[in-house]
């Protein structure tokens, strides 16, 4: 709680070439040690690599991926009074569902065997526009967990 008034929002700042917001916000997430420069050869490379395998726009597919894979409902852990854990399911906002579809798409594609990290990004940004690709196993993971418990609701 904040004395001086409330803090103003800051717009997210867009990349060079596409001047997009989500791009930025995908090349933060990749960013390692503060090698920006890195993490957008990275991103590039990888939308080059989607323009070839699908022949259409790489960042309609990049936003396809991203809203194929944001949740709407995820789980979190509560305890009772008695000590136990549960998994208390909650709803989601667009934000910080869109954070986490971006996380869960670089956690899979660092998962995926492959050449180079904008080979296997590039692989599973297709996937996820698909439909498929573990970035998509995750949210039906995740969202199964929720459905499962369900009952456990009122405990929000």
């Known amino acids: 709680m904040s004395r001086?008034?409330?803090?103003?929002?800051?717009?997210?700042?867009?990349?060079?070439?596409?001047?997009?917001r989500l791009v930025?916000?995908?090349?933060?997430?990749?960013?390692?040690?503060?090698?920006?420069?890195?993490?957008?050869?990275?991103?590039?490379?990888?939308?080059?690599?989607?323009?070839?395998?699908?022949?259409?726009?790489?960042?309609?597919?990049?936003?396809q991926a991203i809203r194929r894979v944001t949740p709407n409902i995820g789980v979190k852990t509560r305890r009772n009074k008695k000590g136990s854990t549960r998994k208390v399911p909650i709803e989601i906002g667009s934000k910080q569902g869109r954070a986490l579809a971006i996380r869960w798409l670089l956690?899979?594609?660092?998962k995926r065997p492959g050449r180079n990290m904008a080979f296997k990004l590039s692989s599973e940004l297709v996937d996820a526009a698909k439909g498929s690709g573990g970035a998509i196993r995750k949210k039906e993971a995740t969202h199964r967990m929720a459905e499962a418990n369900r009952a456990l609701a009122h405990f929000r």
Not at 107 to 110: F, G, K, V
């Open 4 to 20: 001086r008034g409330t803090a103003e929002k800051r717009n997210a700042k867009s990349d060079p070439i596409f001047r997009n």
């Open 24 to 63: 930025n916000m995908v090349v933060n997430r990749i960013m390692k040690d503060g090698k920006k420069s890195l993490a957008y050869q990275i991103l590039y490379r990888a939308v080059k690599k989607i323009q070839q395998k699908t022949e259409t726009n790489p960042l309609l597919v990049l936003r």
């Open 107 to 110: 956690e899979a594609s660092q």
